[in-house]
Each structure stands twice: as structure tokens, then as C-alpha cells.
């Protein structure tokens, strides 16, 4: 069974900045695609970014140029450093894992607060 730990999240003053982690346990981490995603209250769950097992990135237009996906194979481990953070980036944060763009398995979401 494949399990997703996320940490990270907190509250942070609007210009900030967060690292969020997930570790993954349960399967070979290096095959698997991640992305990151939110969902703040009353919205739908929305794609913030992903990296491919080969490594290759994407991003929604609203964080590109500030928030930075990443990954350690050694390590399990896929982050998200989130910087210049504004307050329509509050949120609860998810971490998923899967293939070909479709995610199997998901955190429980950590919660992201940033004050105006």
C-alpha cells in the first residue's frame, strides 16, 4: 500500500515563503509521476504543479515563476517551495502519486495560510 505524508504547511505573511514536503512509502518512489495540488474552501481541487518520473516539470499559470516543484529519489521525497506567496494561495495543500497523469494515491493535505 502506498503512502503519502505531507509537511510543511503552516501560516506565513503575504510575500513569504514555505517548503512543502511529502514523503512516500509503500512503493518504488522513482516511477511514480507527483504533483502537487490545492483546494481552498469552496472550490474545486486544482493541479499547482507536477514532475514527472523522468523528472520534467509543469506548473499552473498562477504559480509559475514562484513556486518550485522538486524531487528526491534517494529520499522518497517530492517538495513544492512556494515563494512571494499571496493570500489566494491559502489553501490545503495535497501531494498524489501516480502515472500518465492520473493520480492513484493522495496525502491528507496539509493547510497553507497566508496573511494579507
Known amino acids: 500500500q502506498v503512502q503519502l505524508v505531507e509537511s510543511g504547511g503552516g501560516l506565513v505573511q503575504a510575500g513569504g515563503s514555505l517548503r512543502l514536503s511529502c514523503v512516500v512509502s509503500g512503493r518504488t518512489f522513482s516511477n511514480y509521476d507527483m504533483g502537487w495540488f490545492r483546494q481552498a474552501p469552496g472550490k474545486e481541487r486544482d493541479l499547482v504543479a507536477a514532475?514527472?518520473?523522468?523528472?520534467?516539470?509543469n506548473y499552473a499559470d498562477s504559480v509559475k515563476g514562484r513556486f518550485t516543484i522538486s524531487r528526491d529519489n534517494a529520499k522518497n521525497t517530492v517538495y513544492l517551495q512556494m515563494n512571494s506567496l499571496k493570500p489566494e494561495d491559502t489553501a490545503v495543500y495535497y501531494c498524489?502519486?501516480?502515472?500518465?497523469?492520473?493520480?492513484?494515491?493522495w496525502g491528507q493535505g496539509t493547510q497553507v495560510t497566508v496573511s494579507s
Open positions: 514532475i514527472s518520473s523522468g523528472g520534467s516539470t
Open positions: 498524489a502519486a501516480g502515472s500518465a497523469r492520473i493520480y492513484n494515491y
